[in-house]
């Protein structure tokens, strides 16, 4: 088969993302051995382990950015190397853990790369297309700020931008590289429920990688842990997140805690 483009992708009633059997390495370090997974319309997930155990590598390889070792990736239910990259940007989005430059922007300027997946070869931004980064950038309480030079801006408002791009772009996958880094906690919690909504309401799904557990067991209902051997266990987040498989995940025992959501962690 050939290359797809936007106009011959169908939508599948499967599973929006799909690992079958992959196995991913790095520096010879195995992130994980024959790993399956699937996510489906409107569910959100979480990606949890310790430092330097391969979550971006695995998260990189899922977007496609990377091969994979072993193993086959699916978005709707078609081989991902078979998207041409234009028809892979309308349908997966990323926010990555540090995406630093040096070339002269302003927010507003930026948000509209978001958009290009939709534009002709030569075309220009729709009033429409305006329309959704005015609303991503107040969603996320940086529209005051749209004329602002993005080297000008704070961690936590490029951490915003971020997350507002891929509100913009409108994809129906998302693959999220610790989406809350130098978030105070109440725009944590603002935003984590902005994505989560954004998603459910449109029958997306989200993959997430995260080090508060907290947050991953409030906000998501599925997680995958990565051990660091090759190993890893993904389910929904009540039966995953339990006391055992958490200290072999940080090495470190873990005590339940109960909250005003549910169910908390914390260090023993």
Same mark, same amino acid.
């Given at each position: 088969m050939g290359i797809l483009e936007p106009s011959s992708v169908k939508d599948h009633a499967r599973a929006l993302l799909e690992a079958r059997a992959i196995t991913v390495q790095i520096g010879g370090h =195995? &992130?994980?051995? !024959?790993?399956? @997974?699937?996510?489906?319309?409107?569910?959100?997930?979480?990606?949890?382990g310790i430092n330097g155990v391969g979550k971006t590598t695995l998260l990189h390889t899922l977007a496609g950015l990377r091969p994979s070792q072993g193993g086959q990736i699916l978005m709707s239910g078609i081989p991902l190397i078979q998207f041409s990259r234009r028809a892979r940007a309308q349908r997966l989005g990323m926010v990555f853990q540090e995406a630093s430059s040096s070339f002269p922007s302003t927010v507003w300027e930026t948000m509209l790369v978001s958009r290009y997946p939709y534009l002709g070869g030569f075309g220009w931004e729709t009033e429409r297309d305006r329309a959704i980064v005015a609303s991503a950038l107040e969603a996320v309480d940086?529209? !005051?700020?749209a004329h602002r030079e993005t080297l000008a801006l704070s961690g936590g408002e490029r951490q915003r931008l971020r997350i507002a791009a891929f509100l913009a772009q409108d994809t129906p996958?998302?693959?999220?590289?610790?989406?809350? *880094?130098?978030?105070?906690?109440?725009?944590?919690?603002? @935003?984590?429920a902005r994505l989560v909504d954004h998603t459910r309401t449109q029958g997306g799904a989200l993959l997430m990688v995260f080090h508060d557990? *907290? &947050?991953? +067991?409030?906000?998501?209902? /599925?997680?995958?842990?990565?051990?660091?051997?090759?190993?890893? /266990? !993904?389910? /929904?987040?009540?039966?995953?997140? =339990? +006391? =055992? !498989?958490?200290a072999r995940l940080y090495q470190h025992p873990m005590m339940p805690m109960n909250t005003h959501w549910g169910q908390g962690w914390l260090p023993a």
């Open positions: =195995t &992130v994980c051995r !024959a790993m399956n @997974l699937a996510l489906y319309p409107g569910q959100c997930w979480a990606m949890l940086l529209r !005051a700020l996958l998302g693959l999220l590289d610790e989406p809350l *880094n130098h978030l105070d906690p109440a725009y944590q919690m603002r @935003l984590m557990i *907290n &947050v991953a +067991a409030r906000f998501c209902d /599925s997680c995958l842990l990565i051990y660091g051997d090759g190993q890893t /266990s !993904a389910g /929904s987040t009540g039966t995953v997140l =339990t +006391a =055992t !498989a958490l």
